[in-house]
């Protein structure tokens, strides 16, 4: 069982926040995403991300601590720091996950962790719920031709979270180690070693995750790709869970990039997350970055809360009621679980109180 419920969702815990949604109140985001750094050391092969064009962008430090120190009184349980660039090219990354803590927000990373060193695991593993790294191969030649870092990255990868997984233990810490893999038709053949190895280093699991392309990608190599060709490696990475390890094999969302259309007609998801880019916008959805119509505002220019009750966000909610066609939005959208629940809510079935 995956129990962080990696392929589904877990807005059915934050019931208040929903009701009042459901109510038509105004609610603060439980979840945002934000990019700390728009530059990044690896070009991976299938980087959905590669329109923004890896500028070297970096967050304020002290306006940004402000900012997390205000969202976390306005009701903000998460942010994941990933984006368009590397979180921890950052040169405060550490500084700002011990900050998201300390505001009452819980702090998780999506890396592909090169940089995170010894040195920046003991400043900051232990304020961090679960940090998930991006390796897509199991060997050094395979990983390097998709991702182009340099050669001696794998190691150092691996390297890195072999001692996260020590030090955890050594604190007793809390945090959550993980690995993911891209499943693509370069590294299909290595996903079973990959599970080995981080099974062996101390990774609590490593999720098997379809493609999603991105419709403002630059990368269009893999858009045809098809997972039923794939489905057979679920029954060989069962062999590797145990109590302490499980590979999460995204079968369903595979099976959604293959054959399922959207059983919503709305996007509604828009209230409960925001996107922060790493020149400071907030967004309503990643996949409109550079679209005005879900440019919010800007985290340097004005507090969270003006942007959040701002009449920018209002034309924007007003405009995707009325006009966002989902049939165009990016399959396997990280909403598209909640979006399902949501729209349930919205749109009961007959006969709901034969419970």
């Known amino acids: 069982m995956d129990k962080y419920r990696i392929d589904s969702h ?4 934050h019931v208040p926040r929903v009701n009042n949604w459901l109510d038509g109140k105004n609610i603060y985001p439980i979840y945002m995403e934000t990019s700390p750094a728009g530059a990044c050391n690896h070009r991976c092969l299938y ?17 940004f601590r402000e900012r997390l120190t205000e969202m976390g009184t306005l009701g903000l349980k998460s942010i994941m720091f990933a984006g368009e660039g590397e979180p ?36 900051c593993l232990a304020d961090i719920s679960w940090i998930k790294i991006s390796i897509n191969g199991a060997t050094a030649r395979t990983y390097t ?17 072999r001692y996260a997984a020590d030090l955890r233990r050594r604190q007793n810490l ?37 493609y999603s392309q991105h419709p403002q990608s630059e990368t269009t190599i893999y858009k045809d790709i ?43 998801s828009f209230p409960f997350w925001s996107y922060i880019d790493s020149d400071g916008n ?18 340097f220019k004005n507090t969270f809360k003006e942007i959040w ?12 009621n009325k006009n966002l066609d989902i049939s165009q939005c990016r399959i396997n959208c990280r909403m598209d679980e909640i979006n399902k629940y949501l729209w349930d809510l919205k749109n009961p079935m007959e006969h709901v109180n034969f419970i």
């Open 10 to 13: 877990k807005l059915m815990y």
């Open 145 to 161: 031709k998709i991702h182009r870092g340099k050669p001696d990255d794998f190691d150092k990868v691996m390297a890195n979270m």
């Open 282 to 299: 907030v967004w309503g959805c990643s996949m409109f970055l550079g679209d005005d119509r879900f440019n919010y505002g800007n985290i």
């Open 226 to 268: 098809k997972y039923k060709d794939y489905e057979y490696l679920g029954e060989k990475l069962e062999k590797f869970d145990d109590n302490n390890f499980k590979v999460i094999f995204r079968i369903h969302a595979m099976k959604k990039w293959d054959e399922e259309s959207k059983p919503y007609k709305k996007c509604l």
């Open 309 to 320: 009750e701002g009449n920018k966000r209002k034309e924007s909610l007003e405009w995707v």
């Open 47 to 63: 980087c959905g991300l590669d329109f923004m064009k890896y500028k070297p962008r970096f967050y304020d430090t002290p306006i």
């Open 174 to 210: 809390k945090t959550a180690l993980g690995m993911q893999l891209l499943l693509l038709p370069d590294n299909k053949d290595e996903a079973v070693m990959l599970a080995e190895l981080a099974k062996d280093i101390g990774m609590d699991y490593l999720v098997i995750k379809p």
């Open 88 to 123: 921890f090219l950052h040169p405060h990354m550490a500084q700002i996950i011990n900050h998201t803590k300390s505001a009452g927000i819980d702090a998780a990373v999506t890396s592909n962790g090169v940089l995170f060193t010894k040195e920046i695991a003991d400043k």
